[in-house]
T-cell receptor, first 116, second 114 residues
Framework: SQTIHQWPATLVQPVGSPLSLECTVE??????LYWYRQAAGRGLQLLFY??????ISSEVPQNLSASRPQDRQFILSSKKLLLSDSGFYLC???????????????FGEGSRLTVL | GENVEQHPSTLSVQEGDSAVIKCTYS??????FPWYKQELGKGPQLIID?????GEKKDQRIAVTLNKTAKHFSLHITETQPEDSAVYFC?????????????FGKGTRLSVIA
């Protein structure tokens, strides 16, 4: 069966510090991978998605970046965190079919980032 | 591109009553409409989905209806229970559009009062 892991689960960082959130998927190959952010009490904001190694689409311009060094690994980074980067970050994957995105998104358990 | 509007943003119901959450979408090419439930501190999970060749789908106490002409779809939860309390998200997608992601609504916080 497929599983998705993301870490760390919680993170408290000072303004201006770097960030690295990691996500790995097991039990499948060639997944589409996604990073979402959820501010307190708000909806799901798509930050990045990837359809393959080294292929990253950015949905929102900001001081965050994403990388996909391996097929089932997705990393969210920042060189200098802002207060506004605080939130709940969710990694997700979906199967890839002939039509691209197919069916269900599978979310990780989330990483709660607090920037002080 | 696709735009999904979801209402209401918050909903409180008495245990045992029904809850209805409504969404509208803008892209007539969208043909896949999932609903996700997010419990506190966790990632969202798919609870039910519907494709555009179907008008209604039921799974025990949960049902989803789709009106393609009006471009809206709804989630119906009957006989609500406290464990139904969560944030619910609707989404829309054109499965023939290549690798573009799902577009989510802004979510509805459902509270079931015992």
């Amino acid at each position: 069966s497929q599983t998705i892991h993301q870490w760390p689960a919680t993170l408290v960082q000072p303004v201006g510090s770097p960030l690295s959130l990691e996500c790995t998927v097991e039990g499948t190959s060639n997944p589409n991978l996604y990073w979402y952010r959820q501010a307190a009490g708000r909806g799901l904001q798509l930050l990045f998605y990837s359809v393959g190694i080294g292929q990253i689409s950015s949905e929102v311009p900001q001081n965050l970046s994403a990388s996909r060094p391996q097929d089932r690994q997705f990393i969210l980074s920042s060189k200098k965190l802002l207060l506004s980067d605080s939130g709940f970050y969710l990694c997700a994957w979906s199967k890839r079919g002939r039509g691209g995105v197919t069916g269900e998104l599978f979310f990780g358990e989330g990483s709660r980032l607090t920037v002080l | 591109g696709e735009n999904v509007e979801q209402h209401p943003s918050t909903l409180s119901v008495q245990e045992g009553d029904s809850a209805v959450i409504k969404c509208t979408y803008s892209d007539s090419a969208s043909n896949y409409f999932p609903w996700y439930k997010q419990e506190l501190g966790k990632g969202p999970q798919l609870i039910i989905d519907i494709r555009s060749n179907v008008g209604e789908k039921k799974d025990q106490r949960i049902a989803v209806t789709l009106n393609k002409t009006a471009k809206h779809f709804s989630l119906h939860i009957t006989e609500t229970q406290p464990e139904d309390s969560a944030v619910y998200f609707c989404a829309a997608h054109d499965r023939n559009s290549g690798n573009t992601p799902l577009v989510f609504g802004k979510g509805t916080r459902l509270s079931v009062i015992a």
